[in-house]
């Protein structure tokens, strides 16, 4: 006799349909979560690429109005956009956020937010640094033929409208206005833009002949061991003569709204920059005269020691709120500054070939703060001079100019004094741009023994106030996502 067990199949169907559904639902479960974080992925994305629209958009909004830092609104933001689709359809939207640069700065801080219409909290934030490049980008620019000798070494870029020997070591791309050039210090015919005259590895030491595998028709040769980042040319030349504007406008904000003196009655300025926020005005009497047997023997325009003999002080005054100081004489300058920025000029418009104005250093020109805080600016209307009576151990920190001259020590031989012919150590923490060929020693070892040049790289980001630009477009400094 077969017993029957009444409901054991029932039970195994409910248990085994629990089973089922359990993991069924598991995997709707599973489905809906994976579903939804792809949505989540896409959205995501989506949310970065409606930032980048943004960062797109204030861009073109620059180049139409490239001093509206308020997106044509006339207010403080954040702006909102819509962002619409091919389809002319709203998808989402992007919040900006503008800083407008710092005073005598361009650059402008662009932050972007973006978000979908179907997740709204999830967003992206890209921030981007854009300005117009300054000539201050240049560790050293020019309009003549340069020349650097063994032992420099340059970490900035290297510009010249004309040729460049380099014989150094640069860190970053040296460029050049022209694809040859005739080289001013050696026989022979044209060599590139850039080139060297030191021996190719594994040799040493320099060759101050002509070189052949330096000059057309040769291919020009990977020198990694002279040029780190390599050399460029010809390439679009530094606008020196425009600079004539860009004096005129810094002359009517120094009227305005900066610090603003004509000629001085005498034989020039001299400021003394101090830490407090303030410089010490003096007009110059009297130079130092050249010793007994000290003469322009190289007949240099311009020749003299360039050293203040006397002086009275016509007063104390306060940096001026735009960070500008426009004489119209020559100036010496020297001091110390903390957390200032400045610009100081020396010029005489119209512009005269005769009466341009020269700008002198002998003593220490110093920062307190070496992250941009403190920035200073000389533009000289002729030369940037070291005079004779110069520090044995002298320090610029400081953007140098010489619109139409050279920056640079005139030719004091040894008949001009067993002190201060010979120097010993100069080291410039900034930029210099020289018209014509710059130098402040000779072949025959007078001038400063040891030459530092040390480009100061964040004058890239912030130049000194109003200093001259080389380009009216924004370029982009930085790009990083902040969300």
């Known amino acids: 006799m077969i017993k029957k067990n009444k409901g054991y199949i029932l039970i195994q169907v409910i248990v085994f349909s629990a089973i089922a559904a359990y993991l069924l639902g598991a995997l709707i479960s599973w489905a809906v979560i994976d579903i939804k974080s792809s949505k989540q992925a896409g959205d995501k994305e989506s949310a970065i690429q409606i930032a980048e629209a943004g960062i797109d958009y204030y861009r073109w909004h620059l180049a139409h109005a490239p001093t509206d830092y308020q997106d044509g609104t006339g207010h403080n933001g954040p702006y909102t956009h819509d962002f619409y689709d091919k389809d002319d359809n709203v998808t989402g939207q992007f919040i900006l956020n503008i800083t407008a640069p710092p005073l005598g700065s361009s650059l402008v801080i662009i932050k972007s937010t973006g978000r979908t219409n179907d997740l709204p909290n999830l967003t992206r934030t890209i921030q981007v640094k854009v300005a117009k490049p300054s000539i201050a980008k240049y560790a050293v620019a020019g309009n003549d033929v340069m020349r650097f000798g063994a032992g420099t070494e340059i970490f900035g870029p290297i510009h010249s409208n004309a040729g460049i020997r380099f014989d150094g070591l640069a860190h970053n791309i040296v460029s050049s206005g022209v694809a040859a050039y005739d080289d001013p210090d050696h026989s022979g015919t044209n060599e590139f833009g850039v080139h060297t005259h030191v021996n190719a590895p594994p040799g040493s030491g320099t060759d101050d002949t002509f070189r052949a595998a330096e ?257 009216d477009q924004y370029i982009t400094i930085s790009w990083q996502e902040i969300k």
């Open 215 to 471: 000059a057309p028709p040769s291919t020009v040769p990977s020198r990694t061991d002279v040029f780190l980042a390599g050399r460029q040319f010809p390439v679009p030349n530094i606008d020196f003569t425009g600079m004539t504007a860009d004096l005129a406008l810094m002359k009517t904000s120094a009227q305005t709204s900066g610090f603003y003196r004509s000629a001085s009655g005498g034989l020039g300025y001299h400021l003394i920059l101090k830490t407090n926020d303030t410089f010490d005005l003096y007009k110059v009497t009297s130079l130092v005269n050249p010793p007994s047997n000290c003469t322009n023997s190289s007949s240099q325009d311009g020749w003299g020691t360039w050293s203040i003999n006397n002086q009275t002080l016509l007063g104390n005054y306060s940096f001026p709120t735009n960070g500008i100081i426009f004489l119209g004489d020559d100036i010496f300058v020297d001091g110390q500054i903390n957390t200032a920025r400045l610009t100081i000029i020396a010029a005489l418009l119209p512009d005269n070939a005769a009466t341009r104005k020269n700008i002198t250093i002998n003593n220490n020109l110093l920062y307190t703060n070496y992250d941009n805080t403190d920035i200073l600016g000389l533009i000289a209307q002729n030369n940037i001079n070291v005079g004779l009576q110069s520090a044995d151990s002298l320090r610029i920190d400081a953007a140098l100019i010489a619109q139409n001259g050279r920056v640079g020590r005139y030719y004091y031989s040894s008949s001009c004094s067993a002190t201060y012919y010979k120097r010993q150590t100069l080291t410039l923490w900034g930029m210099l741009a020289s018209n014509l060929r710059y130098g402040f020693a000779y072949t025959d070892g007078t001038g400063y023994q040891t030459r530092n040049l040390n480009y100061d790289g964040t004058l890239l980001y912030g130049p000194p106030p109003s200093f001259p630009l080389t380009s």
